[in-house]
């Protein structure tokens, strides 16, 4: 089966951090850019960051930008989303996803996204 599993997600206070991960299963992760999205009840996708393919070149939403860091191990097939100093707002369901192409897209593009996981809940309150 062609997908991504995500894991990680956790319960946390705000200020704390957290580590996700994405393994691919069923196809080339290391042709694809790959992105980290969340979906907070209520609320639509958006996206978070990306990272491309080849030249690690990384899109971050300004929500987060520094605070949380992506990364990939081609060798692992497997996208990481460091999370700093959360924040209740970041509370949310996250998904990885593969972009049909090497680059990363600035937003959220659905139509260039493949192989969804099932998602990790990630919950930050007090």
């Known amino acids: 089966q062609l997908q991504f599993v995500e894991s990680g997600g956790a319960s946390v206070q705000p200020g704390g951090s957290l580590t996700l991960s994405c393994t691919a299963s069923?196809?080339?992760?290391?042709?694809?850019?790959i992105g980290w999205f969340r979906q907070a009840p209520g609320k639509e996708r958006e996206a978070v960051a990306c990272i491309s393919a080849y030249d690690g070149n990384i899109v971050s939403a300004e929500p987060v930008k520094d605070r949380f860091f992506i990364s990939r191990d081609n060798a692992k097939s497997t996208a990481y989303l460091q999370m700093n100093n959360l924040k209740p707002e970041d509370t949310a369901v996250y998904y990885c996803?593969?972009?049909?192409?090497?680059?990363?897209?600035?937003?959220?593009?659905?139509?260039?996204?493949?192989?969804w996981g099932q998602g990790t809940q990630v919950t930050v309150s007090s």
């Open positions: 996803a593969a972009e049909i192409r090497t680059a990363c897209s600035s937003g959220y593009r659905p139509e260039l996204l493949r192989y």
């Open positions: 069923g196809f080339s992760f290391d042709i694809y850019a």
